[in-house]
T-cell receptor, first 114, second 115 residues
Framework: DTGVSQNPRHKITKRGQNVTFRCDPI?????LYWYRQTLGQGPEFLTY????????KSRLLSDRFSAERPKGSFSTLEIQRTEQGDSAMYLC????????????FGNGTRLTVT | GEDVEQSLFLSVREGDSSVINCTYT??????LYWYKQEPGAGLQLLTY?????DMKQDQRLTVLLNKKDKHLSLRIADTQTGDSAIYFC???????????????FGKGTKLSVKP
């Protein structure tokens, strides 16, 4: 079990640029989640996939954000025209489908928008 | 609305017990979770409890659930310096006809363990 892997670990970008993050879930997990965590706060849900289908999106996910999971394995989260308020830790998690299956988190990608 | 509240800080001496408290609002939550986060890292699942249970024990960890008061606690026995971290409580409200799409987290309790 290699756990949930996220790349890159850190990303510094200038305001207005686009960024893309990748998440590789635990291989047998068919649910994949994206969360955002700002300093001093708990993680906030952004979106989740079951296999390749995006089943839920938070109202935090503005139209500048898009997530994909084309083959039901890894996922990407893209932020277009980044703003300073996008600076945060972006966490990916995965789980099995059954309801009591807990979420397993990766170490996150820390985004800094200058 | 959905909200999870925790005290922000707790300081204990090594060897003492730590008790971290949490209140939640959504009575439909069927599972409640405790996660641990060390600096610069993601969240590590510590334990979880099904809502029809009152208590769950796992080695040094004891979870107590008072469903009537919507109160959850995590007790760490014989706290060690390696237990210093931020501890998050999370609930899993039912959405969209029963799918568990997301967890609602508290802001976390920073546990400091002094030698």
């Amino acid at each position: 079990d290699t756990g949930v892997s996220q790349n890159p670990r850190h990303k510094i970008t200038k305001r207005g640029q686009n960024v893309t993050f990748r998440c590789d879930p635990i291989s047998e997990h068919n649910r994949l989640y994206w969360y955002r965590q700002t300093l001093g706060q708990g993680p906030e849900f952004l979106t989740y996939f079951q296999n390749e289908a995006q089943l839920e999106k938070s109202r935090l996910l503005s139209d500048r954000f898009s997530a994909e999971r084309p083959k039901g394995s890894f996922s990407t989260l893209e932020i277009q025209r980044t703003e300073q308020g996008d600076s945060a830790m972006y966490l990916c998690a995965s789980s099995l489908t059954r309801d009591n299956s807990p979420l397993h988190f990766g170490n996150g990608t820390r985004l800094t928008v200058t | 609305g959905e909200d999870v509240e925790q005290s922000l800080f707790l300081s204990v001496r090594e060897g003492d017990s730590s008790v971290i408290n949490c209140t939640y609002t959504d009575s439909s939550s069927t599972y409640l979770y405790w996660y641990k986060q060390e600096p610069g890292a993601g969240l590590q699942l510590l334990t979880y409890i099904f809502s029809n249970m009152d208590m769950k024990q796992d080695q040094r960890l004891t979870v107590l659930l008072n469903k009537k008061d919507k109160h959850l606690s995590l007790r760490i026995a014989d706290t060690q310096t390696g237990d210093s971290a931020i501890y998050f409580c999370a609930e899993s409200p039912r959405v969209y006809g029963g799918s568990q799409g997301n967890l609602i987290f508290g802001k976390g309790t920073k546990l400091s363990v002094k030698p």
